[in-house]
């Protein structure tokens, strides 16, 4: 229920925005009135414009050869096998009623993802997904039918620390070319060191070693000015147009028909509702209809599903004819999230890097360091001002500067969010002096610590089960998260 709700108000929410304001013409707005699907393409400009000028500072002229011939390697390695890490796959069709048993219950039937990826081995006779991407882009995406060219999914629920997560199952052609875009994604983010989904060895140790070379510095004293900037509805705030401005400022130019057309399909997700729900919505078709709900966006969906008017008119766009459905514009999917979404964040945080370091030189010889991790929705930030500890009294004036000046840089950082289309959360913290979180590692000078409230809630997870050898899968799958979190063998 709560995941529907999620993604329902994000499509209310983005079908009641201004479209040029969805589109990228968001300047004219004030940041704090802006919502997360609103966006200012001067940034994303800007941020593709960064990214050539810093593989052009890294790898010359030819970085254009060198990243298409990474992301070549990259797609050639991809094997069947690695379609098929996911177990499921989803075998919906919008089309077609679901069937219901005999007492009236409606069921869906499934199968296994490794059964659908043989039948598409069979079909097109290649041994690897790249050669096998072409037909299944025809097939997808450039379909004469035009009802055809959508992303059928249907969902669940994961329970995370944050709330219950949405979990898409796609089918299996559409798994195939989620993962070719991944791979492409992942080998942009390989560029960036500070990106620790595709560097994850640098998650600690990047910032241990900036903050390491400042320490042993005995000639200088050092100040650490640090933000933790979490954002928050990343999944429905990340959307196909924001991806795609980058791409096509930032990317080789081969690359941008292969994105335009398979990137447009995620602006027309056909979203199963759940079966639970479907049910609950089908007990109540033969009673006479009364208010059941004093959520009204859950009054418009029973509206809907019984062929009522509903009190937002965009509700009859979202939920299908049948009420079997959801037709959904808004975000881009929880199984194509992590590296383009990555790619996105890492860019806008290198150009406001670069951005800030212009503006401390043009304000006088600042000694500065700065570095950033980025791993999809979660960010961090630090920077260390350094003056020497025998420094003259303008020095000192000029060091206070700097750091107001940093201060103010990172205040200001939900209004730069905003203006690149995401929305910080509420645990984001600004302007902290020594401390810093990323990933749920607390950074404290060169200390670096793990919350012990993992283990309390490893061990408090325990289950039903009917028979003792469940029982005992479940004791030591527990103990695992709990040694995997810090804690000591003994336990």
Known sequence: ????????????????????HRLGNARAISWKKSNGHSFDSDHIVAAGAYFKEYMIEKYGNCWQKNLSENINTNLSKLK???????????????DVPLDTTSKGEIVAKGKRLIEEIVKIVEKTQFYKPILALRTIVRGLCENPESNKNRAVVHIFGKKQHGGD?????????????QLCIETIFRTCCSYFPMETLSHPENKIQFAKHHIYEA???????????????DKTKWSQNLSVDKIMSLVLCALPSYLHPFFACTLR???????????????NMRKTETKTYEQTFENQLWEDVIRCHKGLEPTEPCMKEIIGTDGQFMKVMSGFM????????????????????????????????????SFNLVSSDDSSRGCILKSSKEGSKEGKEHLEKAF???????????????????SSSVKSTFGTIGLMEFNSNWFVGLTVINPT????????????VESFYERQECLTNLLSQVTENGAHFCV
Not at 165 to 176: D, Q, S
């Open 334 to 369: 929880q199984g194509v999230l992590h590296f383009s979404s990555s790619f996105y964040h890492a860019s806008m945080i290198n150009m406001r890097d670069y951005l800030f370091k212009k503006l401390i030189a043009k304000r006088g010889n600042t000694d500065l360091v």
């Open 453 to 464: 409230i993992k283990f309390v809630l490893c061990c408090t997870k325990m289950v039903e």
């Open 404 to 422: 107001i000046t940093t201060l103010a840089e990172m205040c200001a950082s939900p209004g730069f969010a905003s203006r690149c289309g995401m």
């Open 80 to 94: 069947w096998v690695d379609v098929g890490t996911c177990q499921a796959t989803s075998i919906y069709n919008p």
């Open 265 to 279: 399909i995620w602006t027309n997700k056909i979203i199963r509702l759940p079966l639970e729900f479907l049910n």
């Open 1 to 20: 229920m709560r995941l529907i709700e999620k993604i329902l108000k994000s499509e209310i929410e983005l079908y009641n925005s201004d479209p040029k």
């Open 165 to 177: 997560r949405e979990i898409y199952v796609m089918n299996a052609e559409l798994r195939v070319m």
């Open 215 to 229: 320490v042993v510095d005995s000639t200088k004293d050092s100040l650490f000015i640090m933000e933790s900037a």
